[in-house]
Nanobody, 120 residues
Framework: VQLQASGGGSVQAGDSLTLSCAASGRTSIINSMAWFRQAPGRQREEVAT???????KYADSMQGRFTISRDNANDTMYLQMNSLKPEDTAVYYC???????????????WGQGTQVTVSS
């Protein structure tokens, strides 16, 4: 599985931005796709996840501002980010969980990051 993230950029506080993550290869084995982000000097944190079933989960701080979605026909995941804040500045990464059994046993593929910079 290969993942290609895109859509990052430099915006002003309050603006919106949509990130995309296109999956290719053995996409039929993907159980979940997710967005993570990593700000300078901080650990990578989970932003949102969408499962093959359509279920989603969000980090508390992003709930209500960010929306994750997936176009199954094109194997592409999106992250709509509204009301962006300077603290949302980070490199955003997408991943895909694959395999059988419990989620904790899945193998995760990662895409390259896309930079999001929010200025005040």
């Amino acid at each position: 599985v290969q993942l290609q993230a895109s859509g990052g950029g430099s915006v002003q506080a309050g603006d919106s931005l949509t990130l995309s993550c296109a999956a290719s290869g053995r996409t039929s084995i993907i159980n979940s796709m997710a967005w993570f982000r990593q700000a300078p000097g901080r650990q990578r944190e989970e932003v949102a996840t969408i499962y093959k079933t359509g279920g989603t989960k969000y980090a508390d701080s992003m709930q209500g501002r960010f929306t994750i979605s997936r176009d199954n026909a094109n194997d592409t995941m999106y992250l709509q980010m509204n009301s962006l804040k300077p603290e949302d500045t980070a490199v955003y990464y997408c991943n895909a969980g694959t395999g059988a059994g419990r989620e904790s046993a899945w193998y995760y593929y990662w895409g390259q990051g896309t930079q999001v910079t929010v200025s005040s």
